[in-house]
Nanobody
């Protein structure tokens, strides 16, 4: 059974950094694209970043240049390095995954409904 587990959240001051990890099990990680979403209280879940099975990254405009998404297929883990954090980055961060199709193709999406597998979330709080 596929499982995703996030770690690395915490409380930091604005301008500092955090690195989130998303450890996968029960699936062939290299066949999956991974996305990161976040949700602040009272707001809808929003796309933050994603990395395809081939390693192509995508970002929310407001995090470009500050966040870096990466993956280590040997460790079945994806990462989200977050630098120059801002109070508006506060929220619960979730990783999600979707497998390539039977033909080996993968299409990136920023929609949360596209991803069938989800982690439990990691809280990131940035104080001003």
């Amino acid at each position: 059974q596929a499982q995703l587990v996030e770690s690395g959240g915490g409380l930091v001051q604005a301008g500092n950094s955090l690195r989130l990890s998303c450890a996968a099990s029960g699936l062939t990680f290299s066949d999956y694209g991974v996305a990161w979403f976040r949700q602040a209280p009272g707001l809808e879940r929003e796309f933050v970043a994603a990395i395809t099975p081939l390693g192509n990254p995508y970002y929310l405009h407001s995090v470009e240049g500050r966040f870096t998404v990466s993956r280590d297929n040997a460790e079945s883990t994806a990462f989200l390095q977050m630098n120059s954090l801002r109070p508006e980055d506060t929220g619960a961060y979730y990783c999600a995954a979707r497998k390539k199709d039977r033909g080996g193709a993968y299409v990136h999406s920023r929609s949360s409904s596209y991803y069938p597998y989800w982690g439990q979330g990691a809280q990131v709080t940035v104080s001003s």
